[in-house]
C-alpha cells in the first residue's frame, strides 16, 4: 500500500529515487511522484499511472539536487488522479510530503485547518500533514522539528512519511507510526524507504525506526527522536540481502521467476532445520520444547494466501500435536472480541508481516496476555519485532504481487513445526518424525517435476482460460489448496474463480456447473477414504457436464475417462501434498493470465502489501 523513498548527500537524487520506487512499485501503482530541492527550490513532478510515466515526464523535464522525496501509490482516499498523487504541499509550497498509510482523523484536522483558512486541493487524507505542519509554525513553533512533532501528534492513524522543507535544503525528514519504513546509512549520504529490498543496491546498513519516531536525515547521519524531541539511539542492522534477489534474473515476470525458486526456498528451509540426524533443529526459535508440552490452544491468524497457509496449519498441527487449533482471518478477528484466554497460543502468518488487519490481532492478542509466534518472510519487519517467537520463512523478497514461493515456504514452516511440536508432547514418536522429515525432504523435489511440465500445463491454461468463471475443489489438506488456487487465478487472469470444498459442492455451487465451467479437482492419491470421495465428486461434475482438469498422481488412471485434462503430479505423502499441487495451479493460473494479457507482476487494483485496514 504505497512506497515512500527519500534520499540526501552528494549524488542526484532523482536517479536514485526512480531507482527505489522501481523496487517498491509492486506496492501500488495508481501514480507516482517525486520532489526534490533544486538551485531554485522546492520541485515537484507527479504523474497518474506507473512510475514509467513520471520516467517520461522526467525525460522532458528534468528535475536536478541532491535532496528528494518519492512515492508511487496505491489509492485509498481518492480516485488516481495527479491531484491526489503525492507528494503533497501546504498553502505556501513549502513543505512537501510522501506518506504511506491512513491519517484517520484526517476529516475533522481538515475542517479545523479549512476553518482556519487552509486551502486544501486533493481529496487525500495525506494533505492534512504538511498543514498541520504549516499551521504549527505559523502558532510560533521554534523549530521546524518542533512543529513536525505537534502535527504528528495530532494525527490519528498510521503512517511512515517522508518530508522536505524548502528552508532546510541540506535535509530531509521521515517520520513513522504504524507503517514500515527503514533508514538506509551509507557513506555521506542517507536513504529512507518502505523495504529493504529498494535501497539494497546502495546500503545494507540500516536502522528500522520504531512507531513514533521522527529522524532528521542529513549527509552527515541521521538524528532519531521521540514525538517528545528526545533523542533516541539506534543499533545499525547490516541486512544479508542482496541487490540480485530483487531483480527478474532473466524470467520474463517476477511471479514465474519466484515459482521457479520454490525448490530451492524449500531445500533451504529443510537444510536449516533438520539435522543429518533427521531431528528438527529450531535455532535461536524463542519457544522452548516444555511450552509446547503445555500447550492446549493455537489460534492461526491471517489475510489471504497467508490465511489459506494457516487453514493448512490447523490441519497439520491437529493431524501431528492434537492441540485445538483453530484460524480466523485478521480482518475478522480483531473485531469479533474472541473467548481467548492467555494460555492460547497465537500464531500469526504473513509474508510482508506488515499487514494490517494481522498485525492489529498480533497487538490485540499480546494484550490479553497471550504469547505469539510469527511465521514470517521479512526480517525487521513490524510483525517480527513484536512477536515473541519468530519463524522466518527465508523465501528472499517477494515481488510478483500474487504470492507464490512464500506460501509454500509457509507451508514448509508448518510442516516442521507440526512435526517439532508433536514430538515434544510425545504425540508422535522418533520414528515417525523422521519417516514425515524424509517425506518432506521429497517435496523440492516433486516441485521441480511439476516445473518440468509446465509446457503442458500451459496448454491446458490456453485451452480454459477464456470463459467468465471456474471451479476449484479440494479436500481435506488440499480444501485450502483449491482456495488458494482460486485465489490465485482470480487475482492474476481476473477471471471469476471458486474454491470450494468438494464435499460442499452438492450444497449449492453444483448449480453452477454446466458444459463450459472449467473445475479444476485436486484428487490426487490419499491413504483415506478422502481419495474415493473425491472421485465420487468428480463423478457428480461429470454427470453435469463440467469439463474437468484434474490435478492428479502420475500413473493414475482413474480420471482417464472422467477428466478433458489431466495434469499429472509425482506421488506425495497426503500431508504434503499441498505444497506440490499448489505449484501446478500455480501455474495454470500464470499461464491463463498470460492468454488473456493481464500485467501479471501488478495486477490490477492489488497491492503486496495492505498496511491500511
Ligand atoms: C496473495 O497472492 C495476495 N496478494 C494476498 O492475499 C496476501 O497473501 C495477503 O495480503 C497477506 O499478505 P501478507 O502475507 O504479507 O500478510
Keep these: 500500500m504505497c512506497g515512500i523513498v527519500g534520499y540526501v548527500g552528494s549524488r542526484e537524487a532523482v536517479p536514485l529515487l526512480m531507482a527505489g520506487l522501481t523496487n517498491l512499485e509492486y506496492r501500488g501503482y495508481d501514480s507516482a511522484g517525486i520532489a526534490a530541492f533544486d538551485g531554485t527550490g522546492l520541485i515537484v513532478q ?7 510515466a513520471l520516467g517520461e515526464r522526467l525525460k522532458n523535464e528534468p528535475v536536478e539536487g541532491r535532496v528528494g522525496i518519492g512515492h508511487t501509490r496505491w489509492a485509498t482516499h481518492g480516485e488516481p488522479s495527479e491531484i491526489n498523487s503525492h507528494p503533497h504541499l501546504d498553502c505556501t509550497g513549502r513543505i512537501a510530503v510522501v506518506h504511506n498509510g491512513i491519517i484517520e482523523n484526517y476529516q475533522e484536522l481538515r475542517a479545523a485547518l479549512e476553518a482556519k483558512g487552509h486551502q486544501f486541493i486533493s481529496q487525500t487524507d495525506t494533505e492534512v500533514i504538511p498543514h498541520l505542519i504549516e499551521a504549527a509554525l505559523s502558532d510560533g513553533a521554534k523549530s521546524f522539528e518542533e512543529a513536525l512533532q505537534t502535527a504528528l501528534k495530532l494525527a490519528r492513524g498510521a503512517y511512515a512519511l517522508g518530508i522536505l522543507f524548502k528552508d532546510q535544503p541540506d535535509r530531509f525528514y521521515a517520520a513513522r507510526h504504524g507503517s514500515p519504513l527503514v533508514v538506509g546509512v551509507g557513506k555521506g549520504e542517507q536513504f529512507i524507504a518502505s523495504d529493504v529490498p529498494a535501497i539494497v543496491s546502495q546500503t545494507r546498513d540500516v536502522i528500522y525506526l520504531n512507531d513514533g519516531e521522527i529522524a532528521t536525515l542529513t549527509p552527515d547521519g541521521v538524528r532519531v527522536t521521540n514525538l517528545d524531541g528526545q533523542e533516541v539511539k539506534h543499533e545499525i542492522v547490516t541486512v544479508t540481502l542482496r541487490a540480485e ?181 510425545g504425540e508422535i514418536s522418533e520414528k515417525d518424525a523422521q519417516t514425515l522429515l524424509r517425506d518432506l525432504q521429497a517435496i523440492p523435489d516433486a516441485i521441480h517435476y511439476v516445473l518440468r511440465r509446465k509446457d503442458s500445463i500451459r496448454a491446458i491454461a490456453d485451452k480454459h482460460h477464456d470463459g467468465p468463471s471456474s471451479l476449484y475443489l479440494g479436500r481435506r489438506f488440499n480444501y485450502p489448496t483449491a482456495l488458494e488456487g482460486a485465489l490465485k487465478n482470480k487475482e492474476i487472469s481476473y477471471q471469476h474463480a471458486e474454491g470450494y470444498a468438494a464435499g460442499e459442492m452438492k450444497h449449492g455451487p453444483i448449480a453452477l456447473i454446466n458444459e463450459y465451467l472449467p473445475v479444476v479437482c485436486i484428487c490426487t492419491k490419499t491413504r483415506d477414504e478422502v481419495y474415493e470421495k473425491m472421485i465420487s465428486n468428480v463423478k457428480e461434475v461429470e454427470a453435469r457436464h463440467g469439463k474437468i482438469i484434474a490435478i492428479a498422481t502420475d500413473g493414475d488412471t482413474a480420471f482417464d475417462r472422467l477428466a478433458e485434462d489431466i495434469v499429472f503430479v509425482p506421488p506425495t505423502r497426503d500431508e504434503f501434498s499441498p505444497l506440490v499441487n499448489v505449484v501446478a495451479l500455480q501455474l495454470l493460473a500464470y499461464y491463463a493470465a498470460q492468454a488473456r494479457g493481464t500485467d501479471i507482476d501488478k495486477p490490477r487494483n492489488l497491492a503486496k502489501s495492505v498496511t491500511v485496514e
Design 245 to 425: 534477489s530483487v531483480e527478474r534474473a532473466g524470467f520474463e515476470t517476477f511471479m514465474l521467476k519466484e515459482i521457479h525458486e520454490q525448490p530451492r526456498v524449500l531445500r533451504n528451509l529443510l537444510d536449516k532445520h533438520v539435522s543429518p540426524d533427521s531431528s528438527v533443529l529450531m535455532p535461536g526459535f524463542g519457544l522452548s520444547p516444555q511450552y509446547f508440552k503445555k500447550l492446549n490452544r493455537v489460534m492461526i491468524v491471517s489475510c489471504g494466501t497467508a490465511y489459506h497457509a494457516g487453514m493448512y496449519g490447523k490441519l497439520l498441527l491437529e493431524n501431528l500435536t492434537r492441540i485445538a487449533v483453530e484460524t480466523d482471518l485478521g480482518s475478522e478477528f480483531r473485531y469479533r472480541d474472541p473467548k481467548i484466554d492467555p494460555g492460547t497460543l497465537i500464531v500469526a502468518v504473513s509474508q510482508s508481516g506488515e499487514t494490517a488487519d494481522t498485525l492489529a490481532s498480533v497487538r490485540m492478542a499480546k494484550s490479553w496476555g497471550c504469547k505469539t509466534l510469527s511465521i514470517c518472510n521479512v526480517p525487521g519487519s513490524t510483525l517480527v519485532r513484536v512477536s515473541d517467537a519468530v519463524f522466518f520463512t527465508d523465501a528472499g523478497p517477494e515481488i510478483g504481487v500474487a504470492s507464490t514461493k512464500a506460501y509454500t515456504a509457509q507451508l514448509m514452516a508448518f510442516g516442521l513445526l507440526a512435526i517439532h511440536i508433536g514430538l515434544s508432547r
Design 46 to 52: 507527479k504523474c497518474v499511472g506507473r512510475l514509467s
